[in-house]
């Protein structure tokens, strides 16, 4: 029962530095989430993927992008590490079809980044 | 704005001692009103989808409630292992999720 696997789970980088965050999920869900998690601040979305093939903003996505590689897989690029980034990164996913369902989120157990 | 606010930030109970926490919501469109308990160090775990206003969820000691503007998380009678961060979020039609900061639950025996 694997759900959601996130790697790495602790890095720490430079400024400046660039790195590849990776999600994983074996539920067979549509939609894909990346997420960052920061004192007092909740769940802020960065990127989301609704299906395979599509890729929206959201809430802070800038200086990061992300690639949905496939059904299972969804990456979280930073291209130039800024000490703004340093926060726990979590990824989800859920099933979602055009009825609209109720379906909820399943998350990874996070990736804690420190960029310094 | 979609958005969904949590109250309070933190809430300091005695064990037995019941107590409710707040999500209000203004999420267009909503396709569901989520619970989530948060352990540190871990992701975020699914407890309770609600729909309808009206509809109430329980399990063990938590229930939870859904108005049209907001929700609630009645724990009773809690205990030491029902400390954790509580979270809710609201979905709007897109499948995109609109989280609350969350209420830190700290239950001494």
């Known amino acids: 029962n694997a759900g959601v696997t996130q790697t790495p789970k602790f890095q720490v980088l430079k400024t400046g530095q660039s790195m590849t965050l990776q999600c994983a999920q074996d539920?067979?869900?549509?939609?894909m989430y990346w997420y960052r998690q920061d004192p007092g601040m909740g769940l802020r979305l960065i990127y989301y993927?609704?299906?395979?093939?599509?890729?929206d903003k959201g809430e802070v996505p800038n200086g990061y992008n992300v690639s949905r590689l496939n059904k299972r897989e969804f990456s979280l690029r930073l291209e130039s590490a800024a000490p703004s980034q340093t926060s726990v990164y979590f990824c989800?996913?859920?099933?979602?079809?055009?009825?609209?369902?109720?379906?909820?989120?399943?998350f990874g157990d996070g990736t804690r980044l420190s960029i310094l | 704005e979609d958005q969904v606010t949590q109250s309070p930030e933190a809430l300091r109970l005695q064990e037995g001692e019941s107590s409710s926490l707040n999500c209000s919501y203004t999420?267009?469109?909503?396709?569901?009103l989520f619970w989530y308990r948060q352990d540190p160090g871990k992701g975020p775990e699914f407890l309770f989808t609600?729909?309808?206003a009206g509809e109430e969820k329980e399990k063990e000691r938590l229930k939870a409630t859904l108005t049209k503007k907001e929700s609630f998380l009645h724990i009773t009678a809690p205990k030491p292992e029902d400390s954790a961060t509580y979270l809710c979020?609201?979905?709007?039609?897109?499948?995109?999720?609109?989280f609350g900061s969350g209420t830190k639950l700290n239950v001494k025996p």
């Open positions: 993927s609704a299906s395979e093939g599509t890729t």
């Open positions: 989800a996913s859920s099933e979602y079809t055009r009825v609209g369902s109720n379906q909820p989120q399943h």
């Open positions: 609600l729909y309808s």
């Open positions: 539920m067979n869900h549509n939609s």
């Open positions: 979020a609201g979905k709007d039609n897109f499948n995109k999720f609109y």
């Open positions: 999420v267009s469109g909503l396709r569901g």
